[in-house]
């Protein structure tokens, strides 16, 4: 058998039985009326994964964003997301003394122009198998509130309606 392994390993490649590690990829997030708003850029990192957020069209002021628990993103509320993916069974919010769910993240801030630029690191998540996989079996997704996310309010931030959403799969940028 240990001969085997030599010609095994680059065959099971070639059929694609072994998944090739995804270490980048992009989100496309629309608005309720199916609108691009851009993309944001997941890139595994060894503290978590970077995510670089280039938006445009999204209302003025600070919004919450996070990391939700399936990856369907149906208009117009988007509740198709289902909760943040919280895999560990934390309670909501950055500031909560007990720690957070893995899909909570910082606010973003859109510009008077619509846009945002910005990077956010995500420290409980990754792209590599395992618990606090993205890829889990219903998928994640990324999806932005009409508010600010206060941090402790149970069970989502009291941050507001969803305003748009992206569904994260394994498409590789």
């Known amino acids: ?31 309720e009326v199916g609108d691009s708003l851009g993309k944001i850029e997941l890139q595994e990192q060894a503290k978590g994964v970077m995510m670089k957020i280039d938006l445009d069209g999204l209302p003025p002021g ?27 069974k934390k309670e909501h919010g950055l500031l909560h003394p007990k720690g957070a ?20 690191l995500a420290p409980s998540v990754t792209l590599k198998e395992g618990k606090n996989s ?18 402790m309010t149970q069970p989502a931030g009291d941050s507001g309606e969803r305003i748009a959403c992206g569904s994260i799969t394994k498409k590789k940028k």
């Open 62 to 88: 600070e919004h919450g964003i996070h990391i939700h628990e399936k990856n369907q993103c149906d208009p117009p509320d988007f509740e198709s997301a289902g909760n943040h993916f919280n895999p560990d």
């Open 101 to 120: 769910h893995a899909g909570d993240l910082p606010n973003i801030i859109v510009g008077d122009d619509g846009k945002v630029k910005a990077d956010i």
């Open 1 to 31: 058998m240990k001969r085997l392994w030599p010609i095994l390993i680059p065959l099971l490649l070639l059929t694609g039985c072994m998944e090739e590690e995804i270490k980048k990829l992009e989100v496309d997030i629309h608005n």
């Open 134 to 151: 993205l890829f889990t079996k219903k998928g994640t997704s990324i999806v932005i509130t009409e508010e600010k996310d206060d941090g």
